[in-house]
């Protein structure tokens, strides 16, 4: 089973900064098959990235994903009020099972 | 579009047995896999198993074998999952999730509080 560890747990930064989120998996992902998602308290989440690069449907374009092999990354260009939120890291590439990482939550400085 | 409706929440006590329901539609229901996603309060995402609405067949999570069981009906756009000998570890949001690997679609997700 793979393992996907985030980092860090917790960002505290303010709206317009750049937001840096790690996931980090124990072995290499199969043809970058991992994704991203968003969660807001009380709601679904809602994914953002597919593929480690590929914007779903609707995601504006200041969510970018990059990565390859164990070590990937959600980059946030400039931080909206509503991007406060937690996000997940999901590996799809060697399944099952499909495995989670255990999160990173944003939240406003 | 598409939309994936949950039952509604459930109280059970230790031992019992849950069936979660998830109704799906504006899409053909037999093409895509569904997925079962757990989270126990302020805890992260779990995956608990998938089944392939065309023939039924299943996968599941080591974690939830015998267990667990998957289930659809395919005249209702139904898919149900049934989580036995319910331990109050189990108090979680249950949600479905379309998809092949990647989670498209969610349902809104079903409180299942265990408490004696």
Same mark, same amino acid.
């Given at each position: 089973?793979?393992?996907?560890?985030?980092? $860090?747990?917790?960002?505290?930064?303010?709206?317009?900064?750049?937001?840096?989120?790690?996931?980090?998996?124990?072995?290499?992902?199969?043809?970058?098959?991992?994704?991203?998602?968003?969660?807001?308290?009380?709601?679904?989440?809602?994914?953002?990235?597919?593929?480690?690069?590929?914007?779903?449907?609707?995601? $504006?374009?200041?969510?970018?994903?990059?990565?390859?092999?164990?070590?990937?990354?959600?980059?946030?260009?400039?931080?909206? $009020?509503?991007?406060?939120?937690?996000?997940?890291?999901?590996?799809?590439?060697?399944?099952? $099972?499909?495995?989670?990482?255990?999160?990173?939550?944003?939240?406003?400085? | 579009?598409?939309?994936?409706?949950?039952?509604?929440?459930?109280?059970?006590?230790?031992?019992?047995?849950?069936?979660?329901?998830?109704?799906?539609?504006?899409?053909?229901?037999?093409?895509?896999?569904?997925?079962?996603?757990?989270?126990?309060?302020?805890?992260?995402?779990?995956?608990?198993?998938?089944?392939?609405?065309?023939?039924?067949?299943?996968?599941?999570?080591?974690?939830?074998?015998?267990?667990?069981?998957?289930?659809?009906?395919?005249?209702?756009?139904?898919?149900?999952?049934?989580?036995?000998?319910?331990?109050?570890?189990?108090?979680?949001?249950?949600?479905?999730?379309?998809?092949?690997?990647?989670?498209?679609?969610?349902?809104?997700?079903?409180?299942?509080?265990?408490?004696?």
């Amino acid at each position: 089973e793979i393992v996907l560890t985030q980092s $860090p747990g917790t960002l505290s930064l303010s709206p317009g900064e750049r937001a840096t989120l790690s996931c980090r998996a124990t072995q290499s992902i199969s043809s970058n098959y991992l994704a991203w998602y968003q969660q807001k308290p009380g709601q679904a989440p809602r994914v953002l990235i597919f593929a480690a690069s590929t914007r779903a449907t609707a995601i $504006p374009d200041r969510f970018s994903g990059s990565g390859s092999g164990t070590d990937f990354t959600l980059t946030i260009s400039r931080l909206e $009020p509503e991007d406060f939120a937690v996000y997940y890291c999901q590996q799809y590439g060697t399944s099952p $099972p499909l495995t989670f990482g255990g999160g990173t939550k944003v939240e406003i400085k | 579009q598409v939309q994936l409706v949950q039952s509604g929440a459930e109280v059970k006590k230790p031992g019992a047995s849950a069936k979660v329901s998830c109704k799906a539609s504006g899409y053909t229901f037999t093409s895509y896999y569904m997925h079962w996603v757990r989270q126990a309060p302020g805890q992260g995402l779990e995956w608990m198993g998938k089944i392939n609405p065309s023939d039924g067949s299943t996968s599941y999570a080591e974690k939830f074998q015998g267990r667990v069981t998957m289930t659809r009906d395919t005249s209702t756009s139904t898919v149900y999952m049934e989580l036995s000998s319910l331990r109050s570890d189990d108090t979680a949001v249950y949600y479905c999730a379309r998809g092949g690997g990647w989670l498209q679609f969610w349902g809104q997700g079903t409180l299942v509080i265990v408490s004696s």
